[in-house]
């Protein structure tokens, strides 16, 4: 052997050789020079699209505020001064902040110039003095300082998304309601604070009102029939296919149908939606209720398919153990196969879940693209989703819905983070090495 | 087991059914233009009255006044807004339906505007030109069409500039696009004195004519998103977009909408008419569901207050464009008293 290993290896055969090793460590390092840059790319990717994001939306965690005082006046509240609540709620408060703004601007006089003055701050103003009468009647006869929101144009202005050096026939704020935000600035009564209000409140047609709780809150009870529907009937379908069911053309079918069924848009579940549970259940339009069961059956497939993967990865030792030492089929699937797959039905399931959190089209159909002022209080309540309120902002006119956009956005992202980082931790506490 | 399972399946809708024939709340549909001003209505009805926020749904017109025809009952919308009016066959849908009693009422007008980037100079159109820019086929003499073979906007007009012609609007899906059509495209095309004589002849033949947008890359549509045709205007200083007048009221920095037969698209131009591209908005109110559902009659007294759709109301802000006082008086008494819609 040695002899004709020697005979081979002549010099030339030898240099060959080398440069064929040469090449083939070339080779590799190109290989992985190609990942590195794939990687690096989508990465890159990412780091844009949230760069954008951030940098468009976090101002809107910040809302320009202007510090008042109001005098609550009984003859105009509560002139019986029976201090009922109804007529406490139906009191003119509007004129409390009429009143509080001529106060400010003792200057300014004719209807139109009152009417912009008074523009400047927003139509919360009015809702917040509202609710503090409300809440403590006791305020009545006195003088209050508070910080109410300003207009979302001074609010744009402020922010610089309304620039000052343009003529004034470009500009949403003419040059006299700029005079008036000017003295304002002077007197410091004007403070930009964190936007509270976008973390607390429902829908709204003025930007500086809207908050994104309303559609996060329907987020969640939406999510949470789709995981309460989709993922028991997702395991319990996998695991009987997997290892209860025989092997025949009727299993062949519905395997066939399960994977078609992961490939159809989710419009078309949206219409099956709409047609079963709407029309022949007749479940009330708009409600998390049909939204959640809408979204479990797009989920259904892919919770499936990864789940009979996450089985079938189980290794067979694992089982032939169990039955060895005599334990049952149900036993065999319920005290070692399914934990054992279970990271992986969790992966699965989370990522189902994660693309029924942005699906809107689905939605459309069962009337969830919709404005909900109201912040729903359970199942049958009509509300919204986070990717609708980010669709039906983007849609508006009002230059402060930019902003606001991207906060959604920014929001809709943090609520998948803490989604999958649940998941994770469920993960990890499953997990176990063989 | 399955008896129960089958006597389960039964009470749970009927329970639900149950639950939802006492709808307190307004349930309104319909079109995406009228849908910020329903909107900012049901927001101020609800924060200002003891019921509840109406719940508005953006479905487009065509399918709103499809939910709205579909029934009498909770289950079926109250209110739907329209930004055309209701026409002949979905009244007949209707009444099929059993949904007799309709109020109409007009809200005001929406501009649709041709504008531009603020980076080049303003274009003076008119309907013609608009017309001739756009369309699929353009008449070449008496009885004759061709298929347009206008480039640029020289090409349609010697006054206007030598870029090529561009417009981002609206998909026929749109009642935007609707509305661009028939009064923007049909305008100009009525210019030729023997294509309006077609009309009276073969109606069919004439609108196709007339309303069928042109589908070499000239015409691009972009989605239903006005927001996005004006970051794309402002990409490409050449391009033109069509879209509604409240989106130019509040980007007037960065673009301008062109001169349409001489007039610009301005508030004060589109409320007296003499802007030639606008269109009613309006919404319809189911006349079976007054009394029934709680608040509709005091949610369209707000809608037609002068502090909601007056001159200087709050729907003002928003871009609505007012009816003037006369119409305004005739559409608040109508809703008042519930009358009828007459074609």
Request: hydrophobic fraction near 45%; glycine fraction near 8%; aromatic fraction near 8%.
């Amino acid at each position: 052997m040695t002899d004709i290993a020697e005979t081979r290896t002549t010099p030339l055969a030898a240099g060959r050789a080398a440069d064929r090793i040469r090449k083939r460590y070339a080779a590799e390092r190109r290989f992985r020079l190609y990942g590195l840059v794939a990687v690096c790319v989508s990465i890159a990717f990412l780091a844009l699209m949230l760069l954008s994001i951030v940098s468009k939306g976090y101002t809107a965690f910040q809302q320009t505020m202007v510090y008042v005082d109001v005098h609550l006046d009984e003859s105009v509240i509560d002139p019986k001064g029976s201090r009922n609540a109804d007529d406490l709620a139906r009191a003119n408060y509007g004129a409390l902040i009429r009143k509080t703004v001529a106060g400010l601007f003792p200057e300014v006089s004719g209807r139109r110039d009152k009417r912009k003055v008074r523009k400047l701050l927003s139509p919360g103003a009015t809702y917040d003095v509202r609710a503090m009468v409300m809440d403590d009647p006791s305020l009545i006869g006195k003088r209050i300082s508070l910080w109410v929101p300003a207009s979302d144009d001074f609010d744009q202005l402020l922010k610089g998304n309304i620039r000052r050096d343009v003529p004034e026939s470009d500009r949403r704020v003419s040059d006299k309601e700029l005079a008036w935000i000017d003295s304002l600035m002077e007197k410091g009564l004007v403070e930009k604070q964190f936007n509270t209000r976008f973390f607390t409140a429902g829908a709204s047609q003025e930007p500086e009102l809207a908050g994104i709780l309303g559609a996060a809150v329907g987020s969640f009870l939406t999510l949470l029939v789709t995981f309460l529907v989709s993922f028991p009937l997702g395991i319990m379908t996998a695991t009987y296919l997997e290892e209860f069911a025989p092997k025949n053309r009727w299993t062949d079918l519905i395997e066939v149908n399960i994977n078609n069924l992961a490939a159809v848009p989710s419009i078309v579940f949206g219409l099956l939606g709409l047609a079963v549970f709407l029309n022949f259940f007749g479940l009330p339009r708009s409600a998390p209720l049909v939204g959640g069961l809408v979204l479990a059956l797009m989920t259904l497939p892919t919770i499936i398919i990864t789940s009979r993967a996450a089985l079938k990865a189980v290794p067979p030792s694992i089982r032939e153990a169990a039955f060895g030492m005599g334990a049952s089929r149900l036993q065999v699937v319920v005290h070692h196969v399914v934990p054992l797959a279970m990271p992986g039905i969790l992966t699965g399931s989370i990522i189902g879940m994660a693309q029924a959190l942005g699906e809107t089209a689905p939605l459309l159909m069962i009337g969830m693209v919709a404005f909900v002022a109201d912040i729903p209080t359970g199942f049958f309540d009509p509300a919204t989703a986070l990717p609708v309120q980010v669709y039906l902002w983007a849609d508006s006119a009002e230059r402060a819905f930019v902003e606001r956009t991207s906060a959604a956005i920014m929001v809709l992202l943090a609520f998948l983070f803490i989604m999958n980082l649940f998941a994770v931790y469920l993960r990890k506490r499953f997990e176990r090495r063989w | 087991m399955i008896k129960t399972v089958i006597r389960l399946a039964a009470i749970v809708p009927l329970a639900i059914a149950a639950e939802a024939s006492a709808r307190d709340q307004i349930r309104i549909v319909g079109s995406s233009t009228v849908f910020p001003f329903a909107t900012a209505v049901a927001e101020e009805f609800g924060k200002t009255t003891s019921f509840k926020t109406p719940v508005v749904e953006s479905t487009g017109s065509g399918g709103g006044l499809k939910l709205f025809c579909a029934g009498v009952g909770v289950n079926h919308p109250d209110v739907t807004n329209a930004s055309r009016r209701i026409k002949k066959s979905e009244v007949d849908r209707c009444h099929k339906n059993g949904v007799a009693g309709i109020v109409e009422v007009k809200v005001g007008y929406d501009g649709i505007v041709v504008a531009n980037s603020k980076k080049t100079g303003q274009l003076q159109l008119t309907r013609r030109d608009i017309f001739l820019a756009l369309a699929k086929n353009i008449p070449a003499g008496e009885g004759k069409w061709v298929p347009n073979p206008h480039k640029t906007w020289k090409d349609v007009n010697a006054s206007l500039p030598a870029t090529k012609i561009e417009v981002l609007g609206p998909p026929p899906t749109s009642g935007t696009r609707d509305a661009f059509a028939e009064l923007a495209l049909e305008g100009g095309c009525k210019t030729f004195k023997w294509v309006k004589a077609m009309k009276k002849k073969d109606k069919k033949a004439y609108k196709a004519a007339c309303h069928t947008v042109r589908e070499d890359g000239a015409y691009i549509e972009a989605g239903e998103n006005d927001n996005l045709i004006v970051q794309k205007l402002e990409a490409n200083p050449n391009a033109l977009g069509v879209f509604g007048f409240s989106f130019l009221d509040q980007n007037a920095d960065k673009i301008q909408g062109s001169l349409v037969d001489g007039k610009a698209p301005t508030f004060e131009n589109i409320a007296d008419g003499n802007y030639p591209v606008s269109r009613p908005l309006y919404f319809y109110v189911k006349k079976a569901h007054v009394g029934v559902v709680p608040g509709i009659k005091e949610y369209v007294a707000e809608f037609t207050s002068d502090k909601a759709w007056g001159d200087e109301g709050y729907l003002t802000d928003k871009g609505l464009i007012p009816m003037p006082m006369d119409e305004r008086k005739m559409f608040r008494s109508n809703s008042a008293n519930l009358e009828n819609l007459s074609m």
